[in-house]
């Protein structure tokens, strides 16, 4: 399996809501990765977990709060988000050390209402 | 500080014609850069990677240290190659981690 898969492919919230999009790889990385990407523009990166543990915050407001909790899956947990949150969220996985090639999920398509 | 520039945002070329997809890098370490790729409806996807020289989809990129560039080339351009193209570079961070800077992309349309 070399692929990573992500669901939900579309979520519509409220500011009041309380999601989780759910990421997961079954290629033995230990690098995981969640992206924010909006309308032609790049990724941005959110979070990189190595090894289940979070090594790089790129000063994310709480809201997004991520978890790993095995080398498989990856969780980013939303709450009271705001309409400027809606984006294309991407997974990512790769091998360490990270100068491996990143491979990219299809993305959850989020619409914050 | 570490960036990525890709100067042209939309590149349109005839079929068969070639093409150069321009990305220069300013990077104070040891550079490790790479093509990705966004088909309309696709996942991103690695083109090319530097440090493995291979050739993709007729597609190269030379590592130039000196002009710090990275640029994307292929002789003669398919209808298929019309994407949008991210140079990126791997940078190093605190703690020993690395990330992936991208530059902000280049529409390649490949007219008939």
């Known amino acids: 399996d070399t692929e990573v898969t992500q669901t939900p492919k579309h979520l519509v919230m409220g500011m009041t809501n309380k999601k989780s999009l759910k990421c997961e790889q079954h290629?033995?990385?230990?690098?995981m990765y969640w992206y924010k990407q909006k309308a032609k523009k790049p990724p941005e990166l959110m979070f990189v977990y190595s090894y289940e543990k979070l090594s790089i915050n790129e000063s994310v407001p709480s809201r997004f709060s991520p978890e790993c909790p095995n080398s498989s899956l990856l969780n980013l947990h939303l709450h009271a988000l705001q309409p400027e949150d809606s984006a294309l969220y991407l997974c990512?996985?790769?091998?360490?050390?990270?100068?491996?090639?990143?491979?990219f999920g299809p993305g959850t398509r989020l619409t914050v209402t | 500080a570490q960036r990525v520039t890709q100067p042209e945002k939309l590149l349109s070329v005839f079929k068969g014609a070639p093409v150069e997809l321009k990305c220069n890098y300013s990077y104070s370490g040891s550079p490790e850069l790479f093509w990705y790729v966004q088909y309309s409806r696709q996942r991103l996807q690695l083109l090319l990677r530097?440090?493995s020289r291979e050739s993709i989809k007729g597609f190269t990129a030379d590592l130039n240290k000196g002009e710090t560039s990275f640029h994307l080339k292929k002789p003669f351009a398919q209808e298929e190659d019309s994407a949008m193209y991210y140079c990126?570079?791997?940078?190093?961070?605190?703690?020993?981690?690395?990330?992936?800077?991208f530059g902000k992309g280049t529409k390649l349309t490949v007219n008939p």
């Open positions: 990126a570079l791997s940078v190093g961070v605190q703690g020993g981690s690395e990330k992936l800077v």
């Open positions: 290629m033995g990385h230990r690098a």
């Open positions: 990512a996985s790769s091998q360490l050390p990270h100068r491996y090639e990143q491979y």
């Open positions: 530097h440090i």
